[in-house]
């Protein structure tokens, strides 16, 4: 993919190090707002987003504007060196706009009017919300939009949730009329409403899946989703328009979140110049933090892939712990560099903090910041802070790299919604994330760190692409899938694969569908689900592994029989089948299987392909990305003891201690440890 190699802020000369900073919260305690700035330049802190749910402080009372307070904060902390990125301050709303205009407090699908409190739920249609938007973008951006100090918008915060008003409700009617072509008749089609006498007369039928209305209808439960993000990404528009307007040369991001669910991320990033998302792991939970890592490097991942060749954001993290988990465990000494660390090998130019400094009372009192109740710099996790804040400023020069992969993990906010709406295999569980991860993993054990992509983007500059359990074949995906083959690309594809169109309609006349067969080799004839703790065996290039949860049963249609079942009524027949298709190879993995079968199937792969290297010890993660000029390489120990490093494949340089390291030296790393390289491409 084409990258410029810019730095997503040449102002800063490197990457930034902040976070959420308000100022809002603490206006009759000049003392600390003077002090703030002193503990920012200690910690290494070069910038902060401001005014994320600041709108009753901008105007607290309708027409009323006080900016005097932001004035004075992004002067001040410009003055010092530290760059503004400015919040529009949507995110929440004040108490006399929900009493003055009921609209714009979003209905529940209980039907039920929200009251005035908590964030994140407006409704997003509402026009007297928008306009109030509007209203206060447009000053924000005659204010500050020339602001030397700023450098970036935060279009309010993480987004989501959807609103069944009557005017969403409406819009939503009308989103569809525009879909099927004013022609209820296709509509009924596609959500094949036939069934249980559903049909439609009319578009104004249609109400949102409301708690109780209508839920057996899985086209228009997709639709709906896919409406929700339409209907944000107006939203968004309706935001920025203002911004572009009076400050056209800033870029605009919003805050994206792990894995969500309500949004089709890949729609809103088209809204916005630059990602940016929150990343908050549950380290140090029941799972190998192996694991943890491996998800969340999935997630960095993601993120980055919605704009290849630019580097991302890490947008939000916290220093220590969080206050919402059922637990809030600390991060323990050394973590939270290493997780920093992976953000920035991950593709990030950015690593900032919810928050600076500690609220003193309500909902996140307790939660983690650079700076907590002492207001001292002599905290563990202040240390810490200021610490990574130096190690990143060694490692100024990577700005505006990017990681390079060979390999790419499909991943669909369309397909994942279909699989959690379909009424079969096992109603919860159906363990789409979870797998998609398990095949990213499977490759970052074997060195490569693949872009998480979905199936309408390019598949350019690919060699592997994994399509775990692509149930819903948008049109035309089928047989790119087969040109990129065709042209000797791997495709890696499971159970589940191909069985429903964009409308979640069956493909009729066997799975996978839309002519993706004829890549495969092989039919999926029957599904079986397991009842947990039932498995299955499979034998594959003379091991055994233990398959579970799902099983599905193959005719060969072309394919070899790499791996088989080893019991149940399919014993004997094909699990795992390879594909030669083209210049290139279909394989085919018929069961959910354990990591380290995934692991040895791609090894396999890898190794024919001339792809990567053996595998890593487990926790070992290598990232690496590319300016043009230079390869900066990340080794990361994500295990809980010391481990080896492959020796060093050219002569590099420690980009922390600046030593010279020959080509062929082996490194050891301590828990917790890393080790950043730079060296010539
Ligand atoms: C989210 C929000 C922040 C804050 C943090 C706490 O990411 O964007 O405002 O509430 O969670 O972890
Ligand atoms: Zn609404």
Request: proline share 5%; charged share 25%; aromatic share 12%.
């Amino acid at each position: 993919m084409a990258s410029s190699y810019t730095p997503l802020f040449p102002q800063l000369n490197g990457l930034l190090h902040g976070g959420d900073y308000n100022p809002d919260q603490w206006l009759d305690r000049p003392d600390i707002l003077e002090k703030d700035v002193e503990l920012m330049k200690k910690a290494g802190i070069n910038s902060v987003s401001l005014g994320i749910f600041a709108w009753s402080a901008l105007e607290p009372e309708e027409g009323v504007y006080t900016f005097d307070w932001m004035d004075q904060t992004i002067d001040r902390l410009y003055q010092n060196g530290i760059y503004t990125i400015l919040a529009t301050p949507s995110g929440a709303r004040p108490a006399w706009m929900d009493e003055k205009y009921p609209e714009v407090r979003r209905v529940l699908p209980t039907g039920k009017r929200n009251l005035h409190g908590g964030r994140h739920n407006h409704c997003i249609t509402s026009p007297v919300y928008r306009q109030k938007v509007r209203e206060m973008n447009t000053r924000l951006a005659q204010r500050y939009g020339q602001h030397p100090g700023v450098i970036l918008w935060h279009i309010s915060n993480e987004f989501g949730g959807a609103c069944c008003c009557d005017l969403c409700r409406k819009k939503f009617q009308d989103w569809l009329r525009e879909r099927y072509h004013n022609d209820i008749g296709q509509l009924n089609h596609a959500w094949w409403t036939g069934f249980w006498s559903h049909t439609f007369d009319s578009f104004d039928q249609i109400d949102p899946p409301m708690d109780q209305g209508e839920h057996s209808v899985l086209g228009m439960l997709l639709d709906w989703r896919r409406f929700t993000t339409a209907n944000t990404a107006d939203f968004i528009r309706n935001e920025t328009e203002p911004l572009q307007q009076y400050a056209p040369s800033l870029p605009v991001t919003t805050n994206f979140m792990w894995l969500f669910g309500g949004l089709d991320y890949n729609e809103i990033a088209k809204e916005i110049d630059v990602i940016s998302w929150d990343a908050y792991p549950r380290w140090h939970n029941e799972q190998p933090l192996y694991a943890v890592a491996s998800e969340t490097a999935f997630n960095h991942s993601l993120m980055r892939s919605f704009k290849r060749g630019q580097p991302f954001m890490l947008m939000e993290s916290t220093p220590s712990k969080v206050n919402w988990m059922p637990y809030n465990k600390l991060k323990r000494p050394g973590l939270h560099e290493l997780a920093c660390l992976q953000a920035i090998a991950s593709g990030s130019d950015t690593v900032q903090y919810f928050q600076f400094r500690m609220g003193r009372g309500s909902f996140e009192q307790f939660h983690g910041a650079v700076v907590d109740h002492t207001g001292r710099d002599d905290t563990r996790v202040f240390q810490e802070v200021s610490e990574t804040g130096q190690t990143l400023k060694a490692l100024s020069n990577l700005a505006g790299s990017v990681p390079s992969p060979r390999a790419a993990v499909i991943y669909d906010w369309d397909n994942r919604w279909a699989i959690e709406d379909m009424a079969g295999a096992a109603k919860q569980d159906k363990k789409y994330n979870e797998t998609c991860i398990q095949h990213f993993r499977a490759m970052l054990r074997l060195g490569e760190d693949p872009d998480v992509i979905s199936s309408t983007e390019s598949f350019e500059g690919y060699d592997l692409i994994a399509a775990p359990m692509l149930y819903l074949l948008k049109p035309g995906v089928a047989q790119r899938l087969k040109d990129f083959t065709a042209a000797g690309g791997v495709v890696v594809t499971t159970w589940l694969t191909g069985y429903v169109d964009e409308s979640t309609l069956a493909f009729l006349g066997g799975f996978p569908g839309d002519g993706l067969m004829e890549l495969t080799g092989v039919e999926a004839a029957e599904l079986d689900t397991l009842y947990p703790g039932q498995s299955n065996r499979i034998r594959w290039n003379g091991k055994e592994y233990p398959a579970a949860e799902f099983c599905e049963l193959l005719t060969l249609r072309g394919a070899k029989a790499a791996g088989t079942y080893l019991e149940d009524f399919y014993a004997g027949q094909p699990a795992v089948t390879v594909h030669p298709y083209g210049k290139g190879m279909s394989v085919h993995i018929a069961a959910r299987v354990e990591d380290d079968c995934l692991l040895d199937i791609y090894a396999d792969i890898f190794k024919e392909r001339h792809m990567g290297i053996k595998a890593l010890p487990l926790g070992l993660e290598i990232h690496s990305r590319v300016d043009g000029e230079k390869r900066y390489r990340f080794y990361l120990n994500f295990s809980e003891g010391k481990v080896k490093l492959p020796s060093v494949p050219a002569k590099c340089r420690d980009m922390i201690t600046g030593e010279e390291i020959p080509v062929g030296t082996v490194r050891e790393l301590d828990c917790y440890g890393f080790l950043v390289t730079e060296e010539e491409l």
